[in-house]
C-alpha cells in the first residue's frame, strides 16, 4: 500500500496534487512520500517485535539524505556498502553504532573511514579482506565487531543479475569454509567475532528460499558456537520484494517473513539484523514525467516521454516492469490502446514498455511510473547529458525538493580541459 491515489481526478502524493509539483519543479522529478516510507518500515519494525532487533535500511537503494532521516528518526539501523554510503548515513543524522558496513569490495581507505567514525559492524566478504580489515584495525588500535557473509548457495529465484546467493555469485564464503575463517578471524589482531551474515538477493517473490538459507544459518550458529564463538548477531539481509503490478497478490507479506525469522531463530538468543532497501522505499516513490510526442511507427504508436534510460534504467537493465499511469485519472469506460512508451535518448534499449495498453493521451500530458522509489535514481546518469532528475518529497500536504536538478553551467563545468588543448 502507498500514499500514490487520485483525488478529484488528479493523482496526488498524500496530500499534494501532483501537477502543482510539476509546476514548481518542471518535469521529469522524482516524488517521495514520507508516509509510504514510514509505514513500511513500521510493517518490518512492528513485524520483529518481541525480537531483540535493528532494521538496517540498505542505503543503496535511495540515498538522499532526506529518506535516510525520515528512518534514522523512526529508529532505523543502516546498511551501507561504500564510503560514500556511510558518510551519507552519518550525515543524515545516524548513529555510528547502528551503521552496518557490508560490500565485497571496500578498500583501505573506505576500512579507515568507517573505523575512525566507528560502526555497528562489518560484514565481512573473503578471507583477504578480513586481513587487511585486521591490520587497518589493529594500526588504528581499534577493535571492530566483524560478521562473515556466508554464500549459502540458495537460489533466489529473481533476476540473474540480483540473485546474490549462488555458489557461483561473488558474495560471501560458502558455509563449508566458516569454521576455519572464524578460527583465522578469532585469532587476528583488531577483530571481535560477532555474528552472521546472508543476504541472496533482491525482490524475492518467495518464502521458501530464505528458508532454506535461514537454515544453513541457524545450522551454523550452532557449529560456531560448539567451536567456542561468541555468535550474538544474525544479519538476515534485505531482499523482500514489492508488488510492481497493482495485481501482484501473491508477494508473501512482511509478516510472514518476520514470523519465518522468529520461528527459525527466536529460540537462539540472538540479536536480528535485517537489510531491507526495496520494501521500504520501493512504492513509496514514483517518477513523474510529461508526453512529449505521439509519433506513429509502421506498425505501432510511440509515446516519446521527457525522461530516458538515464532517469530510470530498470527497464533497459532487467527488462523490469513498471506501471505508468496518467495523472489525470481516465474517466471509467475510456478504450485503452497499446504504445511503446520510450525516451529520447539515442538508442532503442531507452524503451520503457512495449505494446502497453494506455487511455487516450495528448502531448503535454503528464504521467507517474509507480515503485521508483527504490533503485530509480540513485541509478540514474548524466548520459546523453541530461542533467539528473530532481527529488521532491512530500509530507502531509507539503512538498520540498530534496535534490536540485544541476544547471547546465554546474554540468559543464565539472569538465576540465587541458590548458594544452
Ligand atoms: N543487503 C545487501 C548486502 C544488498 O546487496 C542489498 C541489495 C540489500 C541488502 C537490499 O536489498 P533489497 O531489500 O533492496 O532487495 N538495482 C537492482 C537491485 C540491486 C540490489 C542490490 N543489493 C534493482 O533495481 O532491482
Not at 556511510?86 to 560490500?103: E, M, P, T
Request: charged share 25%; with cysteine; glycine share 10%.
Amino acid at each position: 500500500m502507498d500514499h500514490f491515489h487520485y483525488r478529484g481526478g488528479v493523482l496526488h502524493a498524500e496530500d499534494v496534487p501532483v501537477p502543482a509539483v510539476a509546476a514548481s519543479v518542471g518535469t521529469p522529478f522524482y516524488l517521495y512520500s514520507v508516509a509510504t516510507l514510514v509505514r513500511h518500515f513500521r510493517l518490518l519494525d512492528e513485524g520483529l517485535d518481541g525480537l531483540d532487533h535493528l532494521v538496517c535500511y540498505a542505503v543503496k537503494a535511495n540515498s538522499n539524505q532526506a529518506v535516510l532521516k525520515v528512518l534514522a528518526r523512526l529508529g532505523a539501523g543502516m546498511d551501507v556498502v561504500s564510503g560514500g554510503e556511510y558518510l551519507r548515513a552519518r550525515a543524515a543524522g545516524v548513529r555510528n553504532d547502528r551503521i552496518v558496513f557490508s560490500g565485497v569490495g571496500k578498500t583501505r581507505s573506505e576500512m579507515e573511514l568507517a573505523l575512525s567514525g566507528g560502526v555497528r559492524q562489518v560484514n565481512l566478504e573473503s578471507e583477504p579482506e578480513m586481513e587487511l580489515l585486521s591490520q587497518v584495525a589493529a594500526s588504528m588500535g581499534v577493535t571492530v565487531p566483524v560478521a562473515f557473509r556466508i554464500n549459502p548457495d540458495v537460489d533466489a529465484g529473481t533476476h540473474d543479475k540480483i540473485s546474490t546467493g549462488r555458489a557461483e555469485d561473488k558474495f560471501g564464503i560458502p558455509a563449508g569454509r566458516a569454521p576455519d575463517a572464524y578460527r583465522a578471524a578469532a585469532s587476528l589482531p583488531g577483530l571481535k567475532v560477532v555474528g552472521l551474515d546472508m543476504h541472496i538477493g533482491s525482490q524475492l517473490t518467495d518464502l521458501a528460499p530464505y528458508e532454506l538459507a535461514f537454515r544453513v544459518i541457524a545450522e551454523l550458529t550452532a557449529r560456531l558456537r560448539s567451536d567456542g564463538h561468541e555468535i550474538s548477531r544474525l544479519d538476515l539481509g534485505g531482499g523482500l520484494g514489492i508488488p510492481y503490478r497493482r495485481s501482484d497478490a501473491a508477494l508473501p507479506p512482511p509478516a510472514e517473513f518476520c514470523d519465518l525469522i522468529r520461528a527459525t531463530f527466536g529460540s537462539l538468543g540472538c540479536e536480528i539484523e535485517i537489510e531491507p532497501g526495496r520494501l521500504i522505499a520501493g512504492n513509496a516513490g514514483i517518477l513523474v514525467t510529461r508526453l512529449l510526442y505521439r509519433k506513429s511507427g509502421k506498425d505501432r504508436e510511440f509515446l516519446i516521454l521527457d525522461s530516458a534510460m538515464n532517469d530510470l534504467v530498470r527497464p533497459a537493465l532487467y527488462s523490469s516492469y513498471h506501471e505508468i499511469v496518467p495523472v489525470a485519472e481516465p474517466a471509467p469506460g475510456e478504450v485503452e490502446r497499446p504504445f511503446d512508451l520510450v525516451g529520447p535518448v539515442c538508442e532503442s534499449g531507452d524503451t520503457f514498455a512495449k505494446r502497453r495498453r494506455m487511455p487516450p493521451l495528448a502531448p503535454g500530458d503528464l504521467l507517474a511510473f509507480r515503485s521508483a522509489g527504490a533503485y530509480c535514481a540513485v541509478m540514474a546518469s548524466e548520459y546523453n547529458t541530461r542533467p539528473l532528475v530532481p527529488e521532491v518529497m512530500v509530507h502531509g500536504d507539503r512538498f520540498a525538493v530534496i535534490r536540485a536538478r544541476p544547471t547546465f553551467d554546474e554540468i559543464l563545468g565539472r569538465d576540465i580541459v587541458p590548458e594544452w588543448l
